[in-house]
């Protein structure tokens, strides 16, 4: 069975660097041709795909996202992490580890992170 969990600070402050980490089991972050996406839902919004990292490390990220994202992992751990710099309240959402792009196939629970000073 596929699981993934999300984990990292719940509170960042303005102008930080917000990191999470998607902790993977029932399946290796390398199998081919699967890609692991990050996910954000602010309140009262839909759902924005940030970037997402290929089974052989390759990444791509959301225009809107690519010069304050960066997207890595850890293939020892099966995990796979995200960086978000500079963030703002603007930058307050759940966030979703997801296998796939959206609507990918299997989802974390999702964790709430609150950018405030």
């Known amino acids: 069975q596929v699981q993934l969990q999300e984990s990292g600070p719940g509170l960042v402050k303005p102008s930080q660097t917000l990191s999470l980490t998607c902790t993977v089991s029932?399946?290796?972050?390398?199998?081919?041709?699967?890609?692991w996406s990050w996910i954000r839902q602010p309140p009262g919004k839909g759902l924005e795909w940030m970037g997402a990292?290929?089974?052989?490390?390759?990444?791509y990220y959301s225009p809107s996202l690519k010069s304050r994202t960066s997207i890595s992992r850890d293939t020892t751990k099966n995990q796979f992490s995200l960086q978000l710099s500079s963030v703002t309240p603007e930058d307050t959402a759940v966030y979703y580890c997801?296998?796939?792009?959206?609507?990918?196939?299997?989802w974390g629970q999702g964790t709430q992170v609150t950018v405030s000073s």
């Open positions: 029932g399946f290796s972050i390398t199998t081919t041709r699967y890609a």
């Open positions: 997801t296998r796939g792009v959206v609507p990918g196939d299997y």
């Open positions: 990292i290929g089974a052989h490390g390759t990444t």
